[in-house]
């Protein structure tokens, strides 16, 4: 493979060319694709492989275009075996590098076709304050937990509540004491339930709301440990 555009590295085309493909690319079908989306929901990072005729001789081409917040590379080859092969490369070096969110879950891409690198997680149930409230009234001392769907393809997930004994606690998204505890309550004589609770705890519409949204960050992490990121 050449370079057309990089960062690191002297261009192995024209000044001409290497803008003539870049002018292209735009336009073109994506063959391949991995891209990582940053916390304001931007595509910052991405690696994708295309084909087209080349500007000037029509020889079909296969190129791998990289990006990151620092830097580009664009590559191109006559070889679709070579092409895609760069294009793994790629990807599986920078998933290499992919970290931890915070103390929670593994960072992975957005989207991706390459097989064993963190792929994006399914898509979430809402955490509501219903739910949470729900959870007060529970007997016992249940949590709120994410599983697998029993239908639909097996990527699916809802939330459940069941006692916290026999729950994973890495797919626990709230307990009841938990919630307790950040309402400021705990059972006395008679148990707190979700009717008890809004008359004892003081700005209670703000703080069954600050709970949901605290379980809405645990969320993920428990995503995280039913879809485990790939080790190779």
Do not use: K
Request: hydrophobic share 35%.
């Amino acid at each position: 493979m050449h370079n057309v555009i990089s960062t690191s590295s002297r261009s192995d085309v024209s000044e001409e060319y290497a803008e003539r493909v870049d002018d292209l690319l735009p336009s073109l079908h994506r063959e391949r694709e991995t891209t990582q989306a940053n916390l304001y929901g931007q595509i910052d990072f991405y690696v994708r492989l295309y084909t087209y005729p080349a500007p000037g001789t029509g020889t079909t081409m296969w190129a791998v275009d990289y990006s990151d917040p620092v830097s580009r590379e664009l590559e191109e080859t006559e070889s679709y075996a070579e092409a895609t092969a760069r294009y793994e490369e790629f990807v599986r070096d920078a998933a290499s590098n992919l970290g931890i969110v915070g103390d929670g879950p593994q960072e992975r891409f957005t989207t991706t076709d390459v097989d064993g690198v963190p792929g994006p997680l399914p898509e979430l149930p809402a955490v509501t304050t219903d739910l949470v409230e729900d959870l007060l009234d529970q007997p016992g001392n249940p949590a709120l937990y994410l599983v697998r769907s029993e239908s639909g393809t097996g990527d699916e997930v809802c939330l459940q509540t069941g006692q916290e004994a026999w729950i994973d606690r890495r797919h626990v998204v709230l307990t009841r004491a938990q919630a307790l505890t950040e309402l400021g309550l705990e059972d006395g004589t008679s148990r707190i339930t979700s009717e008890s609770a809004a008359h004892h705890a003081p700005d209670y519409a703000y703080l069954i709301r600050y709970v949901t949204h605290r379980a809405e960050e645990t969320l993920e992490s428990a995503a995280d440990a039913l879809f485990p990121a790939p080790t190779s």
